[in-house]
Structure formats: structure tokens, C-alpha cells
């Protein structure tokens, strides 16, 4: 049973090896993304689900982030490695910048975010909401690989679709927030509810509104996301070879 997956965010649609979809896509929660696909990567059997589907087209908000992670609970998973498309807070992350948060804070809202129900109340302990061990996998990958890498740092997790206002960013940075995503929650709860390890690769594919020299655009991320999930995937390789 193949125990690894990897959860491609924007700019990761496929490992880039061929892959096998298994399933379907209905779940207790409705349906996942898109099909979980077996693939070997490296010399390690990999799951690999798209998070926005495949084609792209789920925004943040829509993820059915339940019948993700169940679906790949199903399939034997028991550890995730993530990638996450962000914007950079801190000055040190710019564009293609690759980071593994120690700490998130989640400014979500409106999303189905925990398996509890009148069954089952789960208050699950979150103090560290990454595995360490996984996160150690990324960062030694990293150093393997030849790629620069930022250890820790806290991932603001922002509603969407829509970028943030200045004013919000200067908040999250009070807050100690040096990363700004869309989508680590609720995935990475959902998975310390269901037992899973779990932890983030970050791609900063924007400075974060109000840190750059202009208004932030699709086709400035899209420059730096082609280069950089490349990276990620180099990273993901050497990871996986030692989990
Ligand atoms: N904010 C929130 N999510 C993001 C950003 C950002 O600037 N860039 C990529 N995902």
C-alpha cells in the first residue's frame, strides 16, 4: 500500500511521472478534487492528488478538503507532504523563495474544517501543526537537492479567493505571520484528525500585498511558478527517498 502522498497546490497539477488514477471520487463528504494517482517517483510508489482539481479550476474557498484527505486515508495514506503556492511576508521570502512553516494561523472562516460530528467530537492537540519528522524529510531533501530553503516560519492561512489589502498583511506580520496562503486550512487539521502526518512545502510565488513595487498579477506568479515547483519537485523527490 503506498503510505506517501503529495498534494499539489497551484502550479503543481502532476509530479511529472506517469500516473495511474485510481477510484472514484465520491466520499462520505461529497466528492474529492480530483482522482488520487499512483505514480512512482524517484525509486518510492506516490500517491498524488490535485487539490484544485485537474484541470485547475476548484478556488480555495470550494476544496472539499474532507473528502481529500478522507479519500487518501482510504488508499493506505499516512503521511503528507503538501505544496503550497504563498506570498511572502517576510522580506527575506521573495519570489521563488522555498520555505517549510513550523507554525500556521488560520484566518479561514465558512469551511467545513473538522470530521467531528454528533458522534464523534474530536478535539485533536495542534500545538505543532506540521510533523516534525516530515518537516525534517523537506529540509534535508533541500540540502540534498542543492536548493535553498527556509526552515520555520508561521503560514497565515487567509480566506480568498481575493489577495489581501496592505493594511491585512501589515496584520498578519504583527501577528508573526511570514507566510500568506489560502490553503493549508483546513487540510493540515484535517489530517491530525485522521491520525495522518502532514507538512507544508512553500513556494513564494508573490511578495504579499503592500511588500512588492506594485499591484500583484497573475502573470508575475505564473513567471515564477513554472521555475519553482520544479524545484519542489526536486525537494519532494529527495524527501520521499527518505520516508
Ligand atoms: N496571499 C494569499 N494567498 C496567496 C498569495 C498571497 O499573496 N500568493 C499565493 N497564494
Redesign the pocket.
Known amino acids: 500500500m503506498t503510505k506517501v502522498a503529495v498534494i499539489g497546490g ?1 502550479g503543481l497539477n502532476d509530479l511529472g511521472a506517469a500516473a495511474e488514477p485510481l477510484g472514484n471520487l465520491q466520499t462520505p463528504y461529497g466528492p474529492a478534487s480530483a482522482l488520487p494517482q499512483r505514480l512512482q517517483f524517484g525509486d518510492q510508489a506516490v500517491l498524488f492528488l490535485a487539490r484544485h482539481g485537474q484541470p485547475h479550476q476548484i478556488a480555495p474557498h470550494d476544496i472539499n478538503y474532507r473528502a481529500n484527505l478522507w479519500l487518501l486515508a482510504q488508499f493506505g495514506v499516512r503521511r503528507i507532504l503538501a505544496v503550497n ?3 511572502g511576508i517576510a522580506a527575506d521570502l521573495g519570489p521563488g523563495a522555498l520555505a517549510v512553516p513550523d507554525q500556521l494561523i488560520d484566518y479561514t472562516w465558512g469551511r467545513a474544517s473538522s470530521f467531528s460530528g454528533p458522534d464523534q467530537l474530536l478535539h485533536v492537540d495542534f500545538t505543532e501543526p506540521f510533523t516534525p519528522e516530515l518537516r525534517h524529510a523537506l529540509i534535508a531533501g533541500a540540502a540534498q537537492a542543492g536548493i535553498a530553503l527556509t526552515d520555520g516560519g508561521t503560514y497565515a492561512c ?1 480566506q ?1 479567493p481575493r ?2 489589502t496592505a493594511a491585512e498583511i501589515n496584520r498578519l506580520e504583527r501577528d508573526g505571520c511570514s507566510l ?3 490553503t493549508a486550512m483546513p487540510e493540515a487539521a484535517l489530517a491530525r484528525e485522521l491520525g495522518l502526518d502532514y507538512a507544508s512545502l512553500c513556494l513564494v ?2 511578495p ?2 503592500g511588500r512588492g513595487s506594485g499591484p ?1 498579477t497573475e502573470s508575475s ?1 505564473r513567471a515564477v511558478m513554472a521555475a519553482g515547483m520544479q524545484q519542489a519537485r526536486s525537494v519532494l523527490q529527495e524527501a520521499v527517498r527518505r520516508l
Open positions: 497551484t503556492a504563498v506570498g487567509t480568498g489577495l489581501e500568506v496562503g489560502m510565488v508573490n504579499a500585498a500583484i506568479m
